[in-house]
């Protein structure tokens, strides 16, 4: 596979997998990809099912459902206090847990 193409990101750094790519690795919607800065780039490389146990991937989805879209808004500053929340939030429970 020789697949080549030349893209820019969005203001929010975002980039579009062009669809020729995604058949080809069988990415879609469930596929959770790795990201590694590798030789001043970033490599992006699909996680096979096998890679990922299925209570794994259950609770990844879940923490991918409730966290989508929480930075949005074109406010920074309500973003900011949104994004607190989330941390003080997520910093109790690990504190609990322990």
């Not at 001043?40 to 259950?58: E, I, N, Q």
């Not at 949104?82 to 910093?91: G, Q, T, Y």
Request: hydrophobic share 40%; charged share 30%.
């Amino acid at each position: 596979m020789n697949l080549t193409v030349i893209t820019k990101p969005n203001v929010k750094g975002q980039i579009v997998i062009p669809k020729k790519f995604r058949d080809e690795l069988s990415i879609d919607e469930n596929v959770f990809l790795s990201l590694i800065i590798r030789g001043g780039g970033v490599f992006v490389a699909p996680l096979g099912k096998a890679t990922m146990s299925a209570d794994s991937r259950k609770v990844s989805l879940e923490i991918l459902r409730k966290t989508a879209g929480a930075w949005q808004s074109t406010d920074w500053k309500e973003t900011d206090n949104i994004r607190r929340k989330v941390e003080l939030l997520a910093s109790g429970r690990r504190k609990n847990a322990w």
